[in-house]
């Protein structure tokens, strides 16, 4: 069947920095509340003063994002088959974000665009359908992923129990398939719109969330999904490179590495700086991988993801990039 391989990884954030005090002076909450219960000093949100009012939205991140992962590729851009955005907050229902992604970076009109919406599994289950799709393709032919989100429009910034733990960013991956690679993947739904739900942008519904009944499903399905991926691809939890989960919370994380008995440094987290990032903070977490040195050519990792849906799914990937 053939692995999915990284070729290219790109990011993008908003310019400004909102951090825990800042919260602080209209909410009844300190840093300190915060940062004991999730592990985020601070995130990133869209359009936080008047002088930022336009030029920062969920359709702009994607396209930053998308084209410094094909910047980083090196490729043809004809050779790009497929474009998927993962996203719950697109910036219009139509067209999707995928397509205006595709325009603004001179895509061929024969790469198929199209949104995904998973929420937090979005850029997981994205890579699934990639893998899937590429298959089809034939040899040098490639996929761009992206996971956009501009979350900061449907949280309810008099909850502090939600407002504090999202941030707005995006990141994306291109990739293809590789003929000498393992490949293993995971992808799970469990109908449920009372846990975890939002009326979407447009809607005056904002993001709610019970957060205990969230964080007992999380720890459940991360441990299910590295289970199932070790199981496939063969590839034991010892000696796999990574494993990069959604950053939604550090004691989520934090547990999980203690269920598995696996070393903290194995584990990447980023979300002290950029809160959840729903479907952008996994490609985001591999992006600052690379950039820091901790992504090197060759090594493979597990990605997990699980979100509203419910939603959960794991992938086995190769980077291959430079």
Request: proline residues 2%.
């Amino acid at each position: 069947m053939g692995g999915l391989s990284i070729v290219g990884l790109g990011k993008a954030l908003p310019i400004k920095t909102f951090s825990n005090d800042d919260f602080s002076e209209f909410l009844d909450t300190s840093d300190e509340w915060i940062s004991t219960r999730t592990g985020i000093k601070e995130r990133r949100l869209c359009n936080l003063e008047d002088r930022y009012k336009g030029e920062e939205d969920q359709l702009g991140l994607a396209v930053a994002a998308a084209r410094e992962a094909l910047e980083d590729s090196e490729i043809d851009l004809n050779k790009i088959d497929i474009c998927i955005v993962a996203t719950a907050t697109p910036k219009n229902a139509f067209p999707a974000t995928a397509c205006m992604v595709a325009k603004e970076l001179g895509l061929s009109e024969n790469c198929m665009s199209f949104d995904l919406s998973a929420a937090c599994s979005g850029f997981i289950y994205s890579l699934n359908v990639a893998h899937d799709m590429l298959l089809t393709k034939g040899k040098d032919r490639y996929a761009l992923v992206v996971g956009a989100e501009e979350f900061s429009k449907i949280l309810d910034f008099k909850d502090r129990s939600t407002c504090v733990l999202f941030g707005d960013g995006a990141g994306a991956a291109v990739v293809k398939i590789d003929e000498t690679k393992a490949y293993a993947s995971a992808s799970h739904t469990r109908g449920d719109d009372i846990c975890l739900i939002s009326g979407g942008v447009a809607s005056t519904r904002k993001l709610s969330m019970e957060g205990n009944t969230v964080y007992r499903f999380a720890i459940g399905a991360i441990e299910q999904l590295l289970k199932e991926l070790v199981e496939e691809s063969k590839i034991s939890l010892e000696e796999i490179g990574h494993i990069v989960c959604h950053q939604a919370n550090k004691r989520i994380i934090n547990h999980v590495i203690r269920s598995t008995k696996q070393p903290e440094e194995k584990f990447f987290m980023n979300l002290e700086h950029y809160g959840n990032t729903s479907a952008a903070s996994v490609p985001i977490a591999l992006k600052e991988m690379q950039e820091k040195g901790k992504l090197k050519t060759g090594d493979d990792a597990y990605l997990v993801g699980f979100g509203a849906g419910l939603t959960w799914g794991g992938i086995l990937v190769n980077y291959s990039g430079k």
